[in-house]
Protein backbone atom coordinates (compact mmCIF):
# COMPACT_ATOMS: atom_id res chain seq x y z
CA UNK A 1 0.00 0.00 0.00
CA UNK A 2 1.44 3.39 -0.98
CA UNK A 3 2.46 5.52 2.11
CA UNK A 4 0.60 8.42 2.79
CA UNK A 5 3.58 11.05 2.13
CA UNK A 6 4.72 9.34 -0.97
CA UNK A 7 5.16 12.02 -4.32
CA UNK A 8 5.10 10.35 -7.54
CA UNK A 9 4.85 13.55 -10.00
CA UNK A 10 3.23 15.03 -12.61
CA UNK A 11 1.54 13.59 -15.73
CA UNK A 12 -2.05 13.55 -16.89
CA UNK A 13 -5.24 12.85 -15.42
CA UNK A 14 -5.46 12.02 -11.58
CA UNK A 15 -3.43 13.14 -8.93
CA UNK A 16 -2.37 10.76 -6.23
CA UNK A 17 -2.98 12.57 -2.80
CA UNK A 18 -2.63 9.92 0.24
CA UNK A 19 -4.57 7.36 -0.71
CA UNK A 20 -7.24 9.58 -2.74
CA UNK A 21 -6.92 9.95 -6.38
CA UNK A 22 -8.16 13.70 -7.46
CA UNK A 23 -9.05 14.62 -10.98
CA UNK A 24 -6.53 16.52 -12.51
CA UNK A 25 -6.76 20.55 -13.98
CA UNK A 26 -8.37 19.94 -17.12
CA UNK A 27 -6.08 20.52 -19.90
CA UNK A 28 -3.13 19.34 -18.33
CA UNK A 29 -1.85 16.54 -19.76
CA UNK A 30 1.45 14.44 -19.52
CA UNK A 31 4.39 15.36 -21.44
CA UNK A 32 6.27 11.91 -22.03
CA UNK A 33 4.96 8.51 -23.12
CA UNK A 34 6.57 5.61 -24.31
CA UNK A 35 6.58 4.51 -28.08
CA UNK A 36 7.51 1.65 -29.04
CA UNK A 37 7.95 -1.47 -26.55
CA UNK A 38 9.78 -4.66 -26.63
CA UNK A 39 7.07 -6.81 -29.37
CA UNK A 40 7.27 -3.49 -31.42
CA UNK A 41 4.05 -2.27 -30.20
CA UNK A 42 2.94 0.81 -28.94
CA UNK A 43 1.67 0.52 -25.27
CA UNK A 44 2.18 2.14 -21.56
CA UNK A 45 5.49 1.68 -19.20
CA UNK A 46 5.37 0.36 -16.72
CA UNK A 47 7.51 1.71 -13.83
CA UNK A 48 9.02 1.07 -10.01
CA UNK A 49 7.93 0.89 -6.49
CA UNK A 50 4.87 1.19 -6.44
CA UNK A 51 4.63 -2.24 -8.60
CA UNK A 52 2.43 -1.57 -11.42
CA UNK A 53 1.64 2.58 -11.62
CA UNK A 54 1.75 2.96 -15.39
CA UNK A 55 1.87 6.39 -17.55
CA UNK A 56 -0.22 6.73 -20.31
CA UNK A 57 -0.18 8.93 -23.59
CA UNK A 58 -2.03 11.58 -23.84
CA UNK A 59 -1.95 14.34 -26.42
CA UNK A 60 -0.03 14.43 -29.17
CA UNK A 61 3.49 13.55 -28.37
CA UNK A 62 3.11 10.32 -29.65
CA UNK A 63 5.25 9.39 -32.72
CA UNK A 64 4.02 6.41 -35.09
CA UNK A 65 5.96 2.99 -35.25
CA UNK A 66 7.26 4.10 -39.41
CA UNK A 67 8.22 6.77 -38.13
CA UNK A 68 10.33 5.77 -35.15
CA UNK A 69 11.95 2.90 -37.65
CA UNK A 70 12.75 5.60 -40.26
CA UNK A 71 14.28 8.15 -37.75
CA UNK A 72 16.82 4.70 -36.93
CA UNK A 73 17.23 4.16 -40.23
CA UNK A 74 18.66 7.30 -40.71
CA UNK A 75 20.38 7.73 -38.05
CA UNK A 76 22.30 4.54 -39.08
CA UNK A 77 22.89 5.46 -42.34
CA UNK A 78 24.48 8.77 -41.33
CA UNK A 79 26.68 6.73 -38.55
CA UNK A 80 27.84 4.37 -41.30
CA UNK A 81 29.21 7.42 -43.34
CA UNK A 82 31.03 8.95 -40.51
CA UNK A 83 33.12 5.71 -40.03
CA UNK A 84 33.40 4.77 -43.46
CA UNK A 85 34.79 8.54 -43.65
CA UNK A 86 36.57 8.41 -40.80
CA UNK A 87 38.75 5.18 -41.82
CA UNK A 88 38.94 5.97 -45.65
CA UNK A 89 42.35 7.49 -44.46
CA UNK A 90 43.41 4.38 -42.75
CA UNK A 91 42.78 2.60 -46.05
CA UNK A 92 44.42 4.92 -48.23
CA UNK A 93 47.51 5.16 -45.70
CA UNK A 94 50.43 4.54 -47.74
CA UNK A 95 49.46 6.02 -50.54
CA UNK A 96 48.88 9.31 -48.53
CA UNK A 97 52.35 8.76 -46.58
CA UNK A 98 54.09 8.61 -50.08
CA UNK A 99 52.56 11.66 -51.16
CA UNK A 100 52.94 13.74 -48.24
CA UNK A 101 56.82 12.38 -47.78
CA UNK A 102 55.54 11.46 -44.16
CA UNK A 103 57.23 9.22 -40.75
CA UNK A 104 54.83 6.96 -39.33
CA UNK A 105 54.63 9.17 -36.21
CA UNK A 106 52.97 11.78 -38.59
CA UNK A 107 50.83 8.97 -39.99
CA UNK A 108 49.45 8.58 -36.71
CA UNK A 109 49.14 12.41 -36.40
CA UNK A 110 46.40 12.27 -38.85
CA UNK A 111 43.77 10.17 -36.75
CA UNK A 112 45.18 12.00 -33.40
CA UNK A 113 44.15 15.39 -34.72
CA UNK A 114 41.10 14.01 -35.62
CA UNK A 115 40.10 12.36 -32.17
CA UNK A 116 41.72 15.38 -29.99
CA UNK A 117 39.02 18.15 -31.87
CA UNK A 118 36.22 15.45 -31.80
CA UNK A 119 36.14 14.77 -27.77
CA UNK A 120 36.68 19.16 -27.26
CA UNK A 121 33.95 19.44 -28.97
CA UNK A 122 31.53 17.01 -27.68
CA UNK A 123 30.97 18.74 -24.19
CA UNK A 124 29.59 21.49 -26.19
CA UNK A 125 27.40 19.59 -28.20
CA UNK A 126 26.35 17.30 -25.21
CA UNK A 127 25.53 20.91 -23.39
CA UNK A 128 23.27 21.69 -26.66
CA UNK A 129 21.64 18.09 -26.95
CA UNK A 130 20.50 18.35 -23.51
CA UNK A 131 18.66 21.73 -24.19
CA UNK A 132 17.99 22.34 -27.76
CA UNK A 133 16.13 21.07 -30.81
CA UNK A 134 18.69 18.01 -31.80
CA UNK A 135 17.87 16.94 -34.97
CA UNK A 136 18.62 21.07 -36.34
CA UNK A 137 21.99 20.92 -34.17
CA UNK A 138 23.00 17.15 -35.75
CA UNK A 139 21.90 18.82 -39.53
CA UNK A 140 23.92 21.94 -39.07
CA UNK A 141 27.01 19.22 -37.77
CA UNK A 142 26.98 16.83 -41.13
CA UNK A 143 26.42 19.88 -43.08
CA UNK A 144 29.96 20.99 -41.49
CA UNK A 145 31.42 17.93 -42.00
CA UNK A 146 30.78 17.41 -45.50
CA UNK A 147 32.44 20.60 -46.03
CA UNK A 148 35.69 19.84 -44.26
CA UNK A 149 35.86 16.25 -45.62
CA UNK A 150 35.65 17.76 -49.03
CA UNK A 151 37.90 20.69 -49.01
CA UNK A 152 40.88 18.31 -46.91
CA UNK A 153 40.45 15.82 -50.68
CA UNK A 154 42.01 19.50 -51.91
CA UNK A 155 45.14 20.06 -50.18
CA UNK A 156 48.02 20.21 -52.24
CA UNK A 157 51.36 18.10 -51.02
CA UNK A 158 53.21 20.32 -49.62
CA UNK A 159 50.61 21.25 -46.81
CA UNK A 160 50.57 18.29 -45.35
CA UNK A 161 49.49 20.41 -41.78
CA UNK A 162 46.55 22.23 -44.19
CA UNK A 163 45.94 18.60 -44.33
CA UNK A 164 46.03 17.48 -40.66
CA UNK A 165 43.76 20.44 -40.42
CA UNK A 166 40.74 19.31 -42.49
CA UNK A 167 40.76 16.37 -41.04
CA UNK A 168 40.62 17.96 -37.13
CA UNK A 169 37.64 19.89 -38.12
CA UNK A 170 36.09 16.79 -39.63
CA UNK A 171 36.02 15.95 -35.55
CA UNK A 172 34.09 18.90 -34.80
CA UNK A 173 30.81 17.38 -37.29
CA UNK A 174 31.22 14.12 -35.77
CA UNK A 175 31.10 15.63 -32.34
CA UNK A 176 27.39 17.20 -33.36
CA UNK A 177 26.52 13.74 -33.87
CA UNK A 178 27.86 11.13 -31.97
CA UNK A 179 26.98 12.86 -28.67
CA UNK A 180 22.61 13.53 -29.80
CA UNK A 181 21.65 10.55 -31.80
CA UNK A 182 22.02 7.22 -29.12
CA UNK A 183 19.76 9.59 -27.16
CA UNK A 184 16.91 10.13 -29.76
CA UNK A 185 16.99 6.46 -30.06
CA UNK A 186 16.52 6.37 -25.98
CA UNK A 187 13.00 8.59 -26.12
CA UNK A 188 11.75 6.53 -29.28
CA UNK A 189 12.07 2.95 -27.92
CA UNK A 190 12.69 0.99 -24.42
CA UNK A 191 13.45 -1.43 -22.91
CA UNK A 192 14.48 -5.14 -24.90
CA UNK A 193 13.34 -3.37 -28.54
CA UNK A 194 15.58 -0.40 -27.23
CA UNK A 195 18.55 -2.81 -26.85
CA UNK A 196 17.62 -3.85 -30.64
CA UNK A 197 17.79 -0.50 -32.06
CA UNK A 198 20.96 0.06 -30.38
CA UNK A 199 22.71 -3.18 -32.20
CA UNK A 200 21.41 -1.93 -35.06
CA UNK A 201 22.84 1.17 -34.93
CA UNK A 202 25.76 0.61 -33.40
CA UNK A 203 26.59 -2.26 -36.57
CA UNK A 204 27.17 1.12 -38.29
CA UNK A 205 30.85 1.06 -36.19
CA UNK A 206 32.44 -1.75 -37.43
CA UNK A 207 30.71 -2.18 -40.72
CA UNK A 208 31.24 1.20 -41.81
CA UNK A 209 34.86 1.16 -40.97
CA UNK A 210 35.05 -1.77 -42.89
CA UNK A 211 33.78 0.11 -45.77
CA UNK A 212 35.83 2.59 -45.20
CA UNK A 213 38.67 0.21 -45.81
CA UNK A 214 37.07 -1.15 -48.68
CA UNK A 215 35.54 1.68 -50.54
CA UNK A 216 38.21 3.73 -50.30
CA UNK A 217 41.21 1.94 -51.26
CA UNK A 218 39.06 0.75 -54.33
CA UNK A 219 38.02 3.91 -55.24
CA UNK A 220 41.64 5.40 -55.08
CA UNK A 221 43.07 2.40 -57.34
CA UNK A 222 40.00 2.56 -59.67
CA UNK A 223 40.15 6.86 -60.29
CA UNK A 224 43.57 6.76 -59.73
CA UNK A 225 44.49 9.11 -56.78
CA UNK A 226 43.78 8.85 -53.38
CA UNK A 227 41.89 12.01 -52.59
CA UNK A 228 38.73 10.98 -54.56
CA UNK A 229 38.57 8.49 -51.39
CA UNK A 230 37.25 11.47 -49.67
CA UNK A 231 35.14 12.69 -51.98
CA UNK A 232 32.21 10.50 -51.83
CA UNK A 233 31.05 10.31 -47.83
CA UNK A 234 30.58 14.08 -48.36
CA UNK A 235 28.00 13.68 -51.41
CA UNK A 236 26.16 11.47 -49.21
CA UNK A 237 26.63 13.39 -46.17
CA UNK A 238 24.50 16.22 -47.61
CA UNK A 239 21.39 13.54 -48.29
CA UNK A 240 21.22 12.43 -45.07
CA UNK A 241 21.14 16.36 -44.08
CA UNK A 242 17.90 16.46 -45.96
CA UNK A 243 16.58 13.83 -44.77
CA UNK A 244 16.95 14.85 -41.14
CA UNK A 245 15.29 17.60 -41.92
CA UNK A 246 12.20 16.12 -43.66
CA UNK A 247 11.74 12.43 -41.92
CA UNK A 248 13.25 12.86 -38.67
CA UNK A 249 10.91 14.13 -35.89
CA UNK A 250 12.14 14.69 -33.15
CA UNK A 251 10.17 13.05 -29.45
CA UNK A 252 10.37 14.69 -26.48
CA UNK A 253 12.94 14.15 -23.73
CA UNK A 254 12.14 10.85 -21.59
CA UNK A 255 9.35 9.39 -23.56
CA UNK A 256 9.82 6.53 -24.06
CA UNK A 257 9.88 5.67 -20.15
CA UNK A 258 7.12 7.10 -19.11
CA UNK A 259 9.59 10.58 -17.79
CA UNK A 260 7.49 13.09 -15.59
CA UNK A 261 8.10 16.86 -15.10
CA UNK A 262 11.64 16.30 -16.11
CA UNK A 263 13.50 19.10 -16.00
CA UNK A 264 16.87 20.95 -16.95
CA UNK A 265 19.79 21.53 -14.10
CA UNK A 266 22.59 23.78 -14.67
CA UNK A 267 25.17 22.15 -17.05
CA UNK A 268 27.64 22.06 -13.61
CA UNK A 269 25.13 19.99 -11.90
CA UNK A 270 24.54 17.71 -14.32
CA UNK A 271 28.14 16.97 -14.54
CA UNK A 272 28.91 16.71 -10.81
CA UNK A 273 25.69 13.94 -11.03
CA UNK A 274 26.94 11.92 -13.91
CA UNK A 275 30.19 11.69 -12.39
CA UNK A 276 28.89 10.51 -9.01
CA UNK A 277 27.06 7.45 -10.93
CA UNK A 278 29.84 4.28 -10.23
CA UNK A 279 28.78 2.43 -13.39
CA UNK A 280 28.77 5.08 -16.02
CA UNK A 281 32.46 6.08 -14.36
CA UNK A 282 33.22 2.74 -14.04
CA UNK A 283 32.45 1.70 -17.55
CA UNK A 284 33.26 4.81 -19.68
CA UNK A 285 37.04 3.69 -18.20
CA UNK A 286 36.40 0.00 -19.62
CA UNK A 287 35.28 2.16 -22.89
CA UNK A 288 38.63 3.99 -22.79
CA UNK A 289 40.13 0.35 -23.18
CA UNK A 290 38.34 -0.61 -26.11
CA UNK A 291 38.70 3.24 -27.81
CA UNK A 292 42.64 2.54 -27.50
CA UNK A 293 42.53 -0.64 -28.60
CA UNK A 294 40.48 -0.53 -31.90
CA UNK A 295 42.06 3.42 -32.50
CA UNK A 296 45.40 1.32 -32.81
CA UNK A 297 44.33 -1.63 -35.03
CA UNK A 298 42.22 0.64 -37.05
CA UNK A 299 44.83 2.90 -38.28
CA UNK A 300 47.95 0.75 -38.54
CA UNK A 301 46.66 -3.11 -38.91
CA UNK A 302 46.28 -2.67 -42.34
CA UNK A 303 49.94 -0.97 -42.92
CA UNK A 304 51.21 -3.67 -40.55
CA UNK A 305 49.70 -6.89 -42.78
CA UNK A 306 50.73 -4.90 -45.74
CA UNK A 307 54.45 -4.97 -44.31
CA UNK A 308 53.78 -8.28 -42.89
CA UNK A 309 53.08 -10.15 -46.75
CA UNK A 310 55.97 -8.38 -48.23
CA UNK A 311 58.39 -9.00 -45.68
CA UNK A 312 58.10 -12.26 -46.19
CA UNK A 313 59.08 -11.99 -49.48
CA UNK A 314 55.60 -12.34 -50.95
CA UNK A 315 53.42 -9.85 -53.20
CA UNK A 316 51.35 -7.51 -51.84
CA UNK A 317 48.97 -4.28 -52.54
CA UNK A 318 47.30 -1.63 -50.22
CA UNK A 319 44.10 -2.24 -51.78
CA UNK A 320 44.02 -6.01 -51.62
CA UNK A 321 45.18 -5.94 -47.86
CA UNK A 322 43.11 -2.88 -47.25
CA UNK A 323 39.95 -5.11 -48.91
CA UNK A 324 40.72 -8.11 -46.73
CA UNK A 325 40.87 -6.01 -43.44
CA UNK A 326 37.60 -4.37 -44.42
CA UNK A 327 35.54 -7.36 -45.12
CA UNK A 328 37.11 -9.12 -41.73
CA UNK A 329 35.90 -5.66 -40.04
CA UNK A 330 33.02 -5.87 -41.59
CA UNK A 331 31.59 -9.81 -40.97
CA UNK A 332 33.57 -9.53 -37.11
CA UNK A 333 31.62 -6.27 -36.11
CA UNK A 334 28.56 -7.86 -37.61
CA UNK A 335 28.70 -10.63 -35.67
CA UNK A 336 29.84 -9.16 -32.94
CA UNK A 337 27.86 -6.46 -32.09
CA UNK A 338 24.73 -8.88 -32.72
CA UNK A 339 26.27 -11.88 -30.56
CA UNK A 340 27.08 -9.40 -27.78
CA UNK A 341 23.26 -7.97 -27.62
CA UNK A 342 21.58 -10.69 -27.95
CA UNK A 343 23.64 -12.59 -25.36
CA UNK A 344 22.61 -9.88 -23.31
CA UNK A 345 18.99 -9.88 -23.83
CA UNK A 346 18.96 -13.34 -22.80
CA UNK A 347 21.48 -13.40 -20.22
CA UNK A 348 19.68 -10.71 -18.42
CA UNK A 349 16.83 -12.56 -18.19
CA UNK A 350 18.53 -14.69 -15.10
CA UNK A 351 21.45 -11.91 -13.87
CA UNK A 352 20.43 -8.48 -14.35
CA UNK A 353 24.34 -7.25 -14.41
CA UNK A 354 24.76 -9.07 -17.58
CA UNK A 355 25.66 -6.18 -19.77
CA UNK A 356 29.02 -5.38 -17.91
CA UNK A 357 29.78 -9.11 -17.70
CA UNK A 358 29.11 -9.71 -21.35
CA UNK A 359 31.41 -6.65 -22.13
CA UNK A 360 33.97 -8.29 -19.68
CA UNK A 361 33.73 -11.05 -21.38
CA UNK A 362 34.65 -9.79 -24.95
CA UNK A 363 37.60 -8.03 -23.98
CA UNK A 364 39.30 -10.61 -21.91
CA UNK A 365 38.62 -13.12 -24.90
CA UNK A 366 39.87 -11.36 -27.29
CA UNK A 367 43.54 -10.88 -25.67
CA UNK A 368 44.76 -14.14 -27.10
CA UNK A 369 43.53 -13.93 -30.34
CA UNK A 370 45.29 -10.52 -30.53
CA UNK A 371 48.31 -11.73 -28.78
CA UNK A 372 49.01 -14.50 -30.80
CA UNK A 373 47.68 -12.62 -34.21
CA UNK A 374 51.19 -10.62 -33.60
CA UNK A 375 53.05 -13.61 -32.39
CA UNK A 376 52.28 -15.53 -35.81
CA UNK A 377 52.23 -12.76 -38.17
CA UNK A 378 55.87 -13.14 -38.77
CA UNK A 379 55.18 -16.72 -40.46
CA UNK A 380 51.36 -17.42 -41.23
CA UNK A 381 49.17 -14.87 -43.11
CA UNK A 382 46.20 -16.65 -43.49
CA UNK A 383 46.23 -17.78 -39.50
CA UNK A 384 46.88 -14.29 -38.37
CA UNK A 385 43.97 -13.21 -40.77
CA UNK A 386 41.55 -15.72 -39.17
CA UNK A 387 43.03 -14.54 -35.45
CA UNK A 388 42.32 -10.94 -36.08
CA UNK A 389 38.46 -11.94 -37.40
CA UNK A 390 37.62 -13.84 -33.65
CA UNK A 391 39.72 -10.81 -31.85
CA UNK A 392 37.39 -8.15 -33.36
CA UNK A 393 34.35 -10.28 -33.05
CA UNK A 394 34.89 -9.95 -29.54
CA UNK A 395 35.90 -6.81 -29.21
CA UNK A 396 32.42 -6.04 -31.08
CA UNK A 397 30.91 -7.60 -28.33
CA UNK A 398 30.55 -4.80 -26.40
CA UNK A 399 29.43 -1.75 -28.61
CA UNK A 400 26.01 -1.71 -28.39
CA UNK A 401 25.89 -2.90 -24.54
CA UNK A 402 28.13 -0.27 -23.32
CA UNK A 403 25.60 2.75 -25.10
CA UNK A 404 22.73 0.93 -23.74
CA UNK A 405 24.49 0.97 -19.93
CA UNK A 406 24.98 4.46 -20.09
CA UNK A 407 21.36 5.18 -21.57
CA UNK A 408 19.81 3.37 -18.01
CA UNK A 409 22.14 4.91 -15.91
CA UNK A 410 21.41 8.19 -16.69
CA UNK A 411 18.43 10.22 -16.89
CA UNK A 412 16.65 11.46 -19.87
CA UNK A 413 18.08 15.24 -19.50
CA UNK A 414 22.00 13.88 -19.03
CA UNK A 415 22.27 11.89 -21.66
CA UNK A 416 23.65 14.09 -23.94
CA UNK A 417 26.59 15.60 -21.15
CA UNK A 418 26.96 11.77 -20.13
CA UNK A 419 27.55 11.07 -23.81
CA UNK A 420 29.93 14.06 -24.37
CA UNK A 421 32.18 13.13 -21.09
CA UNK A 422 32.01 9.23 -21.87
CA UNK A 423 33.59 10.89 -25.69
CA UNK A 424 35.90 13.34 -23.96
CA UNK A 425 37.51 10.57 -21.52
CA UNK A 426 37.63 7.53 -23.44
CA UNK A 427 38.98 9.39 -26.60
CA UNK A 428 41.23 11.76 -24.89
CA UNK A 429 42.83 8.35 -22.72
CA UNK A 430 41.91 5.74 -26.09
CA UNK A 431 41.79 6.11 -29.58
CA UNK A 432 43.41 9.93 -29.73
CA UNK A 433 46.79 8.88 -28.56
CA UNK A 434 47.20 5.10 -29.20
CA UNK A 435 47.30 5.68 -32.99
CA UNK A 436 50.28 8.45 -32.21
CA UNK A 437 51.70 6.28 -29.18
CA UNK A 438 51.83 2.86 -31.91
CA UNK A 439 54.11 5.28 -34.49
CA UNK A 440 56.08 6.95 -32.11
CA UNK A 441 57.09 3.58 -30.39
CA UNK A 442 58.17 2.00 -34.05
CA UNK A 443 59.70 5.19 -35.03
CA UNK A 444 62.36 5.02 -31.79
CA UNK A 445 62.51 1.16 -32.54
CA UNK A 446 63.10 1.39 -36.37
CA UNK A 447 66.47 3.25 -35.34
CA UNK A 448 68.06 0.03 -33.69
CA UNK A 449 67.99 -1.30 -37.32
CA UNK A 450 70.78 -0.63 -39.93
CA UNK A 451 67.71 -0.95 -42.64
CA UNK A 452 66.20 1.92 -44.11
CA UNK A 453 62.99 2.97 -41.41
CA UNK A 454 60.75 2.96 -44.47
CA UNK A 455 61.33 -0.66 -45.72
CA UNK A 456 58.73 -2.93 -44.73
CA UNK A 457 60.84 -5.49 -42.56
CA UNK A 458 61.89 -2.82 -40.03
CA UNK A 459 58.18 -1.32 -40.15
CA UNK A 460 56.71 -4.55 -39.49
CA UNK A 461 59.05 -5.45 -36.62
CA UNK A 462 58.69 -2.51 -35.19
CA UNK A 463 54.92 -2.06 -35.37
CA UNK A 464 54.55 -5.62 -34.33
CA UNK A 465 56.59 -4.30 -31.27
CA UNK A 466 54.73 -1.73 -30.42
CA UNK A 467 51.23 -3.33 -31.19
CA UNK A 468 52.09 -5.84 -28.30
CA UNK A 469 50.46 -3.15 -25.71
CA UNK A 470 46.66 -3.71 -27.21
CA UNK A 471 46.17 -6.84 -25.48
CA UNK A 472 47.61 -5.38 -22.04
CA UNK A 473 45.09 -2.33 -22.09
CA UNK A 474 42.38 -5.25 -23.24
CA UNK A 475 43.10 -6.83 -19.95
CA UNK A 476 42.35 -3.36 -17.89
CA UNK A 477 39.42 -3.20 -19.28
CA UNK A 478 38.10 -6.53 -19.06
CA UNK A 479 38.52 -5.60 -15.21
CA UNK A 480 36.83 -2.29 -14.87
CA UNK A 481 33.85 -3.93 -17.09
CA UNK A 482 33.92 -6.41 -14.06
CA UNK A 483 33.97 -3.49 -11.61
CA UNK A 484 30.84 -1.78 -13.23
CA UNK A 485 29.00 -5.24 -12.41
CA UNK A 486 29.03 -4.36 -8.70
CA UNK A 487 27.02 -0.93 -9.03
CA UNK A 488 25.28 -1.33 -12.43
CA UNK A 489 21.58 -2.77 -10.82
CA UNK A 490 21.44 -0.10 -8.16
CA UNK A 491 22.17 2.66 -10.52
CA UNK A 492 19.80 1.71 -12.68
CA UNK A 493 16.84 1.82 -10.57
CA UNK A 494 17.94 4.97 -9.06
CA UNK A 495 17.96 6.90 -13.19
CA UNK A 496 14.67 5.07 -13.33
CA UNK A 497 13.23 5.85 -10.42
CA UNK A 498 14.26 9.85 -10.87
CA UNK A 499 12.91 9.73 -14.60
CA UNK A 500 9.51 8.71 -13.42
CA UNK A 501 9.31 11.47 -10.56
CA UNK A 502 10.13 8.51 -7.39
CA UNK A 503 12.72 10.33 -6.33
CA UNK A 504 14.42 13.77 -6.78
CA UNK A 505 16.68 15.29 -9.49
CA UNK A 506 19.34 16.36 -7.82
CA UNK A 507 19.40 20.09 -7.56
CA UNK A 508 22.89 21.94 -6.77
CA UNK A 509 21.47 22.32 -3.23
CA UNK A 510 21.25 18.78 -3.26
CA UNK A 511 17.64 19.05 -1.80
CA UNK A 512 16.23 15.76 -0.32
CA UNK A 513 12.10 16.68 -1.46
CA UNK A 514 10.52 16.22 -4.41
CA UNK A 515 7.38 18.18 -4.32
CA UNK A 516 5.87 17.53 -7.93
CA UNK A 517 3.16 14.91 -8.13
CA UNK A 518 2.85 12.44 -10.43
CA UNK A 519 -0.74 12.95 -12.53
CA UNK A 520 -2.33 9.85 -13.87
CA UNK A 521 -4.40 8.74 -16.66
CA UNK A 522 -7.68 7.70 -15.68
CA UNK A 523 -7.45 3.67 -16.37
CA UNK A 524 -4.13 4.15 -14.31
CA UNK A 525 -5.61 5.59 -11.81
CA UNK A 526 -7.86 2.20 -11.45
CA UNK A 527 -5.16 0.37 -11.47
CA UNK A 528 -3.33 2.32 -9.03
CA UNK A 529 -6.03 1.57 -6.93
CA UNK A 530 -6.72 -2.10 -7.01
CA UNK A 531 -2.80 -2.33 -6.16
CA UNK A 532 -3.43 -0.40 -3.29
Not at 146 to 167: C, E, K, L
Not at 411 to 438: M, N
Not at 505 to 511: F, R, V, W
Request: proline fraction near 4%; include cysteine; glycine fraction near 10%.
Amino acid sequence: MMAKDEHIGKNGGYVNKGLELEEAPPGEKQNTAPIVDDDGNRHMSEVGVPEHVVVESQGDDSIPKSTAYASVAILLCINLLNYMDRYTVAGVLKDIQDYYDLENSEDGLIQTVFVLTYMVFSPIFGFLGDRYTRKYIMAGGIFFWSGVTFAGSMIPRDHFYGFAIMRALVGVGEASYSTIAPTIIADLFTGGMRSRMLMVFYFAIPVGSGLGYIVGSNIAKALGAWQWALRVTPILGIVCVVLILVVLKEPKRGMSEGGVTLHNTSYLTDLKEVIKIPSFVLSTIGFTCVAFTTGALALWAPLFMYDSIASQGKEASQAGVAFTFGIITVVAGFVGVALGAEISRRYKKINPRADPLVCAFGLLTCVPFLFFALVLSQWYTVATWILIFLGETMLCLNWSIIADMLLYVVIPTRRSTAESVQILFSHALGDAGSPYIVGLVSDRLAKNYNAPADSPFVQFKTLQTALYITPFICVLGGGFFLATALFIEKDKNTAKRITQGQAPIQEASDTDSYDDPIILGSEDAERLEAVA
